[in-house]
């Protein structure tokens, strides 16, 4: 997961007035409200995608739209999780060190152009549901893709999408545009928060083991490519994609033209939000009205992203992000648990849906039509 590090590169590739080696800052020219702004900002900006992700990962599973489905991260998933992350980082840590970095950033450009533009789409849908004018008609389209015919026939895709969905895909295609033909830092915290909130809605984790899982290999994956090696830093400096919030410190002297940013990796907001939204669905099953597994874990993530920040100030060097908010996104819950006598309840919900999880809901429900198939064809 990429780390908070301040004076990063800007998001069109170029670099800043410092000189920054494996993250560290040589001169530090920010003043003291910009990079107080800077940081508030951040903070800001990776609490929302968390907070309304949680709340939206509660219903997301009743969405008709295959796509909207949760995917289950398994136990099985988290473990081999940070040796794949491990994999991809180191590979295109060679690809920017074997090919030109012009042409991979710009096939990365047209490859998250895309995503941005979908992840964003889905994100404003709700809203536009809110304030779609009632006197417009709403027309209903369907989107489907087939594959043989007859009773062999299977459903590739059926997405079911209207109006509104439309609005929603010219708004986004727009920031998209911007986003392609700028770089500008606006356009790219939109897609970030997008993909944020995204991955925070629609990746479940199965049980509170797997997060602890997840959550721990991943410490140790952010600490030994931050601390270990340069590969983090290199790829983050060359990477030109949404997979990062800035911010820039110079704003109040430069406005919208600052080049000097402090950063956050979205996998410092998606990783510990998917947890966080975990143990709100945990807080639900538990039929009371408040949601205090929620809130403790929510303002633990408030202190880790806080002491992560308050290091990297005073040391003036990149820190891993996880390695703060992995203890403080666990210890605080657990801790709690076992004060109120029901760490065993905790760690045992979603044991059933792990096991009735394996496959995607999707594809349980496809075998499910070709059993009552075969039942008829029997008859």
Not at 72 to 91: K, V, Y
Not at 158 to 175: A, H, M, P, Q, R
């Amino acid at each position: 997961m990429a780390d908070v590090e301040q004076n990063a590169a800007v998001p069109d590739g170029s670099s800043n007035e410092s000189d920054a080696v494996n993250g560290t800052v040589g001169r530090f020219v920010s003043s003291a409200e910009g990079t107080a702004l800077a940081y508030g900002s951040l903070l800001l900006m990776a609490l929302l995608p968390i907070f309304f992700g949680a709340l939206r990962s509660v219903g997301c599973s009743k969405n008709k739209n295959a796509s909207d489905m949760p995917e289950t991260i398994t136990s099985r998933d988290a473990a081999r999780f940070p040796i794949i992350a491990s994999c991809t980082l180191f590979g295109l840590y060679l690809f920017f060190k074997i090919f030109s970095q012009e042409y991979i950033n710009l096939l990365l450009s047209m490859y998250f152009f895309v995503l941005g533009i979908l992840a964003l789409s889905h994100t404003m849908s709700p809203f536009m549901c809110r304030v779609f004018p009632a006197n417009v008609p709403n027309k209903q389209y369907q989107l489907l893709f087939t594959q043989g015919s007859g009773e062999s026939k299977e459903e590739i895709v059926n997405y079911e999408f209207d109006t509104k969905d439309l609005i929603c895909l010219g708004i986004s295609s727009v920031v998209g545009v911007w986003y392609v033909l700028k770089k500008h830092w606006i356009a790219n915290n939109l897609f970030g928060l997008a993909f944020a909130l995204n991955g925070v809605e629609l990746l479940h984790l199965n049980n509170v083991s797997t997060g602890c899982i997840l959550l721990g290999g991943l410490f140790v994956y952010d600490v030994f490519w931050v601390f270990g090696t340069n590969v983090m830093v290199t790829v983050a400096k060359s990477f030109e994609a949404p997979i990062k919030l800035v911010f820039p410190q110079d704003l109040l002297e430069k406005g919208l033209d600052a080049s000097n940013f402090a950063m956050l990796g979205l996998g410092d907001i998606v990783i510990p939000g998917i947890f966080i939204a975990l143990l709100l669905r945990f807080d639900v099953s538990l039929k009371k009205n408040t949601r205090t597994y929620f809130y403790t874990s929510f303002l633990a993530y408030i202190f880790g992203l806080g002491l992560t920040i308050f290091v990297m100030h005073t040391f003036k060097h990149a820190q891993p992000a996880l390695l703060y908010l992995v203890p403080a996104c666990i210890g605080f819950p657990v801790l709690l648990a076992l004060f109120k006598g029901e760490l065993t309840e905790m760690f045992r919900h979603c044991k059933r849906r792990e096991r009735n999880s394996q496959t995607h809901p999707c594809l349980h429900r496809k075998k499910t039509m070709e059993k009552q198939r075969n039942r008829i064809q029997n008859l």
